[in-house]
């Protein structure tokens, strides 16, 4: 368990859900797993797209900056997922390899028995 606002970590899940939809217009694969690594809690979101040029990688959680073609995309999606992690104390890594595919790694702190117990129902 993570302390978080809900509809806020639902909202990183969806911008990099729908940016993977995205980067396969012709089908592909998203894969989604979890694990507890220590202190952290780990969210990794796969998928099997184009991938991201290596030159714009340093730029994708830049407000505004898109690789989409104009009218289909605000470039605000991973500005905003990257401002909710941090929000929660996480950190978020992207690896991609353009004809490969895309996967973003998500660390967030675990909750602890000591902080469960304060926390009441915020976790989620």
């Not at 905003?80 to 998500?106: A, M, P, W």
Request: charged share 15%; aromatic share 6%.
């Amino acid at each position: 368990m993570v302390r978080a606002v809900e509809h806020k970590l639902q909202q990183v899940l969806l911008n990099l859900f729908l940016n993977a939809r995205d980067a396969m217009p012709k089908g592909g694969w998203v894969s989604i797993t979890t694990r507890r690594e220590g202190n952290q809690v780990v969210v990794v979101v796969s998928d099997t797209g184009a991938g991201i040029p290596s030159e714009h990688l340093a730029r994708i959680y830049d407000p505004f900056f898109s690789t989409k073609p104009i009218g289909q995309g605000t470039g605000l999606g991973l500005s905003i997922t990257y401002g909710i992690v941090q929000e929660h104390e996480g950190t978020i890594v992207c690896d991609s390899q353009v004809g490969q595919g895309t996967r973003f790694t998500l660390s967030f702190p675990a909750l602890t028995a000591a902080r469960t117990a304060s926390a009441g129902t915020s976790a989620g």
